[in-house]
């Protein structure tokens, strides 16, 4: 096979596109009998000299594209495409990069199989090329043309690039094109979602990874929109790579398509327990979400660390931490629906305070949440809770006196004539003075309601 010198090929590929170019010019321009003038360098262009020729001058290539008499005329644009792709394959590394930067200014998407070629070079050849200036500045170059002409069918060799090479300019360079050639192409972006996964793994158990080129792959999927990518990037909002990852993150899963209370619902109930009440609360504040499709994914939660199997002993913290949230948000929402539910976690509540396992916030959290569901079923619970604080009060055993003020005020919003007999006896009992206030102000409520 000859080898062509970078400067004969960057010479000979100038060449090549303006003949095309004057090729597509004179065919439009209608000869006698209304037909097209057919151009002599509409026909196949030979190679470019080898390096032991003189360099070929412009004159001296144009004359070689020249057909010979009676050839057939082909289009400009196949034929340019074909002698580029066989000087590619002639061409050494240097020559190979000079087609490419040759063609740049001109790139369209019937230039895309050239680059393709150069792509699909490189990963055959990363072994032996990876560590070499030119190969890094020929895949940098091969992945913008292939992004800038939009040539989707190198989505693939494109992701093969950037899964394969170690050389951060040239990963970048593959996830810009990615934003652009891989859209809808639901193969390629699966793979996108399994690295991005892998490499959170990684991260997550101590292992070192690039946050560059992390960030890469977050803008690349935030640009192609596909629902697939949801939890996968809400994942790495919170991995904690840093704040710039984190807000593209975050960014990109508003970006994305799909039904979002169904996205949500997902990530709540699926990802890692220590990300769920982060999620959660995004979810609660997503102002694209109905007060009902906000109930559902709070309630989800809830049922599930209220299960006896929940979930293993490791994870019990992050379960609670997401149960007291899922209640705070009921409460939040006023979901009446969920009452039975709130009253359920309520009677654990109460129960794990008198043995230690949760404090006195959580109970407060509980507290306030079943006092928002706003039934009678509600205000009798939590008149019965008070009686009992009352009992222990009486019996010199001080309650809490933040729990006591929320049952207190919560049976006041409930305004139910079924607490008065416990809040007035309050008075006679050894509260601090601002319960006794409080239980003053909560029998009026009674009364006026």
């Given at each position: 096979m000859r080898v062509f010198t970078a400067a004969a090929l960057v010479l000979w590929s100038i060449t090549v596109l303006a003949s095309a170019q004057t090729a597509g010019q004179t065919a439009a321009t209608?000869?006698?009998?209304?037909?097209?003038?057919?151009?002599?360098s509409t026909a196949a262009v030979s190679p470019p000299p080898p390096a032991t020729a003189p360099a070929a001058s412009s004159t001296n290539a144009a004359s070689a594209a020249a057909p010979p008499t009676g050839a057939a005329s082909a289009g400009p644009s196949g034929n340019t495409l074909s002698s580029l792709e066989r000087a590619f394959q002639s061409a050494d590394l240097a020559g190979k990069l000079s087609i490419l930067r040759s063609v740049a200014s001109k790139s369209t998407p019937s230039m895309g199989p050239l680059?393709?070629?150069?792509?699909?070079?490189?990963?055959a050849n990363l072994p032996v090329l990876h560590s070499q200036a030119q190969a890094q500045e020929l895949a940098v170059v091969a992945a913008h043309l292939i992004g800038s002409s939009g040539y989707a069918k190198a989505a693939e060799s494109t992701w093969e690039l950037f899964q394969l090479s170690d050389a951060v300019a040239v990963r970048l360079a593959a996830a810009d094109a990615l934003a652009i050639v891989a859209k809808g192409n639901g193969d390629v972006i699966n793979k996108m979602n399994?690295?991005?996964a892998g490499q959170n793994l990684l991260h997550l158990t101590g292992a070192s990874v690039d946050p560059g080129v992390i960030d890469g792959c977050v803008r690349a999927l935030a640009a192609l929109e596909d629902p697939t990518s949801f939890q996968v990037l809400f994942t790495t909002m919170e991995a904690g790579y840093g704040e710039p990852v984190a807000n593209d993150a975050k960014n990109a899963i508003h970006l994305l398509k799909g039904d979002r209370a169904k996205q949500w619902l997902q990530v709540v109930t699926s990802s890692r327990y220590a990300d769920r009440p982060a999620a959660l609360e995004m979810a609660m504040g997503d102002r694209n979400l109905s007060v009902a499709q906000k109930?559902?994914?709070?309630?989800?939660?809830?049922?599930?660390?209220?299960?006896?199997?929940?979930?293993?002993?490791?994870?019990?913290?992050?379960?609670?931490?997401?149960r007291f949230h899922a209640v705070e948000s009921l409460g939040k929402l006023q979901w009446t629906p969920?009452?039975?539910?709130?009253?359920?976690?309520?009677?654990?509540?109460?129960?794990?305070?008198?043995?230690?396992?949760?404090?006195?916030n959580d109970v407060v959290l509980s507290v306030d949440a079943l006092a928002a569901m706003s039934t009678?079923?509600?205000?009798?619970?939590?008149?019965?809770?008070?009686?009992?604080?009352?009992?222990?009060?009486?019996?010199?055993?001080?309650?809490d006196?933040?729990?006591?003020?929320?049952?207190v005020q919560g049976l006041g919003r409930l305004g139910d004539s079924v607490a008065y007999d416990n809040l007035s006896a309050m008075q006679y009992l050894d509260y601090p003075q601002s319960v006794k206030e409080a239980a003053t102000q909560a029998v009026r409520d009674l009364t006026t309601s």
């Open positions: 209608p000869g006698q009998g209304g037909s097209p003038t057919a151009s002599p680059y393709q070629m150069a792509v699909d070079y490189l990963t399994h690295w991005l109930a559902r994914i709070a309630v989800a939660p809830l049922e599930g660390a209220l299960s006896p199997a929940n979930a293993l002993p490791s994870d019990s913290v992050s379960i609670e931490a997401l969920s009452a039975g539910l709130v009253t359920t976690n309520f009677n654990r509540a109460a129960a794990e305070y008198q043995s230690g396992a949760i404090s006195a009678h079923e509600a205000a009798v619970r939590l008149s019965l809770y008070l009686g009992m604080i009352n009992s222990r009060t009486e019996n010199g055993r001080h309650f006196r933040q729990i006591t003020l929320a049952v």
